[in-house]
DNA sequence: AATACGTGGCC
DNA sequence: TGGCCAAGTAT
């Protein structure tokens, strides 16, 4: 069918095929100059170490993840080391970065690695985002840093940078929004090594200058350039971004439960479980959840332990 | 679309 | 001191 009306392009679009010529090279030239030097960005580190660190980067600090990445790629090099151990195992290293279902989906995704591409961590984006644990982000994350291929990586710091530069807003929406990928592809550099390179920049930029809180302007390659500061950096309006409440949740209660596990060396009966956790109900509940996301092997005989298959 | 999912550092 | 925040994914 043929559109008989075609959609007005949106103005913010259209400035920003021009912005974008304009942004790439200084975020690019400040990049090669101030980038950290992180372990899964040397050439030695692979699209395994580039994908365990994405696993371990989403919703966590470098600082935290740093540690754990180095002992987990010194225990499992390869793919196929992780798939060959226990899920368990990769649970109990995952240690306290939090959210440990993703220990589970990396080793799951090591398993689906070495049974369907010969244990090489996938080129293809859709084979990436097949993978458990690998969603829009981390798919092209994957193929753009360790593939150098051109792909939108739009993560909270790339969220925030386009936010503030284009759009001229404090923060960018709670949910991304089909308006922020059309501005990622329009902003995408058409040359595939450039487009790789202005990925990781400006996601750098916002990790380490256009940050969420005391932003540092003065060290920012686009300042000049910025939406959101030339209009005098107005606070965020809509509405409040939602906090994460956890004192109290059952994941407080299944963090308490996993660490036990984590620790034990056999399995654990009931009752030393019982003793994290108060009250019955919400204990009860939280290790049934831990169980049916596969985090807990129930044994016979009220016992514990990390899951073993 | 809204919600569940860990943990710890910071101001 | 406690809410905010940190390279999201799955349902």
């Known amino acids: 069918m043929t559109a008989p009306t075609k959609p007005t392009i949106p103005a913010q679009a259209d400035a920003a095929e021009t912005v974008g010529d304009d942004l790439h090279a200084p975020v690019i030239d400040w990049f090669e100059e101030h980038a950290r030097d992180l372990p899964w960005r040397r050439p030695d580190a692979g699209p395994w170490g580039v994908m365990v660190s994405e696993f371990m980067l989403q919703q966590t600090p470098v600082s935290r993840v740093l540690p754990v990445y180095e002992q987990w790629m010194a225990r499992w090099p390869r793919p196929a080391d992780l798939a060959e ?37 996938p080129t293809e984006h859709a084979q990436l985002l097949a993978l458990p644990g690998i969603g829009e982000y981390t798919a ?10 051109r792909h939108t990586v739009l ?46 920049a400006s996601m750098e930029l916002g990790a380490l200058v256009c940050t969420a809180k005391n ?20 606070a965020h309006d809509g509405p409040p971004r939602r906090g994460q409440t956890y004192a109290g949740t059952d994941r407080q209660v299944r963090g308490r439960l996993l660490a036990v ?5 056999t399995p654990v009966p009931q009752s030393v479980l019982d003793r994290v956790w108060e009250e019955p109900v919400q204990r009860a509940r939280a290790l049934d959840g ?20």
């Open 85 to 121: 151990d226990t899920p368990g195992e990769a649970v109990r290293a995952w240690g306290r970065l939090g959210y440990p279902r993703r220990a589970l989906r990396l080793h799951g995704a090591a398993v689906a690695i070495t049974e369907r591409h010969d244990g090489d961590v």
């Open 140 to 149: 092209a994350a994957v193929a753009s840093f360790a593939y150098g291929q």
């Open 155 to 200: 993560d909270t710091n790339v969220r925030r940078v386009f936010a503030r530069a284009v759009t001229g807003v404090q923060y960018p929406p709670n949910a991304t929004t089909a308006a922020e990928r059309k501005l990622a592809r329009t902003l995408l550099p058409d040359d595939e090594r450039t487009a790789a390179l202005w990925a990781a």
């Open 215 to 234: 932003e540092t302007c003065v060290r920012c390659p686009i300042a000049a350039l910025c939406t959101w500061r030339l209009a005098g950096k107005p």
């Open 261 to 265: 596990l984590r620790e034990a060396v």
């Open 290 to 309: 831990l169980v049916a996301d596969g985090l807990v092997e129930p044994l016979v005989g009220g016992l514990y332990r990390l899951p073993h298959g």
